[in-house]
């Protein structure tokens, strides 16, 4: 048996979808899979960034929710950029001295290795499987962002997409987590991704939701406690 938790932002706690968000579905399909039981302890918080995430995992009632889980399902990041969205979308945000996401890449890099680091502790070496996903797209995207901010901003909320997901890749892959990327899935699956999106543009739908659960199911079994 596994109890799987989640943690993160708006995208696992299912806002805007009104249906099961992946963390539930991912479950049912652990289970199925496995024929073992499967609880889904689902603590991901809309709104939240990664210093967000690092305050919730203080609490004593988190921390020994992660003692109980053995799974981790963690979506963080696309917050943390929130405050320079329009100068992203709008071209202002440019590169090397005048990069203005630099210090949030940085410390989502710092962040998400606390958060990981600190799942790792309260597990005392007990076998933790930790899949971490990236994102399709830190901001808006589909119908609505063509919409809203133009083909040249679509492009640029994906350049600091692909930005934000080394930077992710790249810290699971220090902290021995497995990186679950949803860039690809979304971006690259031959169907246009507004079918996979939520009527905001921001969130998945359940299409959505099917999708980032087949790809955390696709990236391996985990470890039987």
């Not at 589909?142 to 901010?149: E, P, Q, T």
Request: hydrophobic share 40%; aromatic share 4%.
């Amino acid at each position: 048996s596994h109890v799987v938790m989640a943690l993160g932002d708006s995208v696992p706690s299912g806002m805007a979808c009104l249906c099961d968000p992946f963390p539930q579905t991912y479950g049912s399909m652990l289970s199925a899979r496995t024929g073992g039981r499967v609880t889904v302890d689902n603590r991901a918080v809309s709104g939240l960034d990664t210093s967000d995430l690092i305050s919730q995992l203080n609490t004593p009632a988190v921390e020994n929710a992660v003692r109980r889980a053995d799974v981790f399902l963690v979506t963080i990041g696309a917050n943390d950029f929130g405050d320079h969205h329009e100068q992203v979308v709008n071209g202002e945000c440019g590169s090397g001295d005048t990069d203005c996401v630099s210090d949030e890449l940085e410390s989502l890099r710092a962040n998400l290795t606390s958060v990981l680091a600190k799942i790792r502790a309260l597990r005392q070496g007990k076998p933790t499987s930790m899949l971490v996903t990236g994102y399709w797209n830190v901001f808006q995207d589909g119908d609505v962002a063509l919409r809203d901010v133009g083909a040249s901003g679509l492009q640029a909320s994906l350049d600091l997409t692909r930005r934000a997901n080394a930077v992710i890749a790249s810290v699971a892959a220090t902290a021995g987590a497995r990186y679950v990327d949803l860039f690809e899935p979304f971006e690259q699956s031959g169907q246009d991704i507004t079918s996979l999106m939520a009527a905001d543009g921001d969130h998945p739908d359940a299409a959505g939701h099917e999708l980032i659960a087949r790809a955390l199911l696709e990236a391996g079994l985990p470890t039987v406690p």
